[in-house]
């Protein structure tokens, strides 16, 4: 199987593509404007370099968060739109169990104003505490790896084709509300 996997969630976006247990590609990207507009482009970059077509892709993965919203967004609208055009199903990876992944089962991201996204996971994955968002605390940021999106691929790979999803009902894990909605006020 072949997965194309995405992370477009953090101030460096990266993309991969495994297959039978193997990262085979990967691409980074740094663009201080985010990446909504080179995203299509870095997928047929790393497809071409890799000589794989799209249609041998059988599931497409992305970041879903928790992270930047519009860069969640971004990621899970190009692979939506990408596995609905070609019938392909898709999957949503925490970007907790993708950090967790790469060995460190308490994964703790710098959530901004104070607080931190944090959950603990077992040796294979699965969730053991909720993903939660939370005052800083003493525990350590998680050094985010050079391409997360290695650990979407693979965390989408163990999840295999009955963890994977129609792509309409993929949504984002923002684990905490949008500052539009923390903020609203009935006029």
């Known amino acids: 199987m072949t997965i194309l996997a995405l992370d477009t969630t953090s101030e460096r976006a990266s993309l991969a593509l495994r297959r039978d247990g193997k990262t085979f590609a990967q691409l980074t990207l740094d663009s201080p404007d985010g990446y909504a507009h080179l995203i299509l482009q870095a997928i047929t970059r790393l497809l071409a370099d890799a000589g794989v077509s799209l249609h041998e892709i059988d599931c497409f993965a992305a970041a879903s968060g928790p992270g930047s919203f519009t860069g969640v967004r971004v990621g899970l609208a190009a692979v939506k739109g990408l596995a609905a055009a070609l019938g392909k199903p898709a999957a949503g990876i925490s970007n907790l169990r993708a950090l967790a992944s790469f060995g460190n089962l308490r994964p703790v991201i710098d959530a901004r104003r104070g607080e931190v996204y944090t959950a603990v996971y077992d040796s294979d994955l699965r969730l053991v505490s909720p993903e ?44 905490r509300r949008a500052d539009a909605e923390l903020f609203w006020k009935d006029s």
């Open 132 to 175: 939660t968002v939370g005052p800083f605390t003493d525990l350590p940021i998680t050094p985010a790896p050079e391409n997360l999106a290695a650990g979407v691929a693979s965390c989408a790979e163990m999840d295999g084709p009955t963890g994977w999803q129609d792509p309409a009902v993929l949504d984002a894990n923002y684990v």
